[in-house]
């Protein structure tokens, strides 16, 4: 039994090690109800807690997939906001990578006459990068963020505030 258990963790090292945990989520989640129908990402810190704590340590980096939607308020659910920190608690994080969908060349607007998708998007990016512990590294892709964004001067901004998140804990 000695055996197969060091064997099993042996096997468990080999094959989590170097894994990254993938997340998918988009502007919509900013707006209670919608982000409430989602059962994907309130489903997600349950299935994150059933992970054996063992394999919980070797899974060091999650790449957040962020998607445009058109529909949405401008400011995060509460219930969203605990489901990250709900996260970011049982993961041991050393990485978060934030990758873009191609934005939707006509989707420029939440819906006639509302707010700008530019602006919404920026707003949603701030708050999801204030969600990711200060010590933990944030990546992106430059291009493809001022792509999605649909401008260089806000993926600079919003750069500059992962920037100023780390220096902020340091200093």
Known sequence: MRTNAQLHNEVRKYFYRNRTLFMRVGTFLMDKQYARKDRVVF?????IAMINPATLE????LEI??????????????SW??????????L???RVRITFTKPDPFS???????IPQKVKSEQFARWLIAQVPASV???????DAAAFFGS???EQRLYQAIQERTSSEMG
């Open 137 to 143: 590294h944030i990546s992106w892709s430059h291009e």
């Open 43 to 47: 489903e997600s810190p349950q299935t």
């Open 58 to 61: 070797l899974l060091k980096e």
């Open 81 to 90: 906001t605990i489901l990250t920190s709900n996260i970011f608690d049982l």
């Open 65 to 78: 997939e962020v998607y445009k939607s058109v529909i949405g308020d401008m400011y995060p659910s509460e």
């Open 108 to 114: 420029r607007y939440s819906g006639p006459g509302l």
């Open 152 to 154: 260089t001067a806000i």
């Open 92 to 94: 041991r994080l050393e």
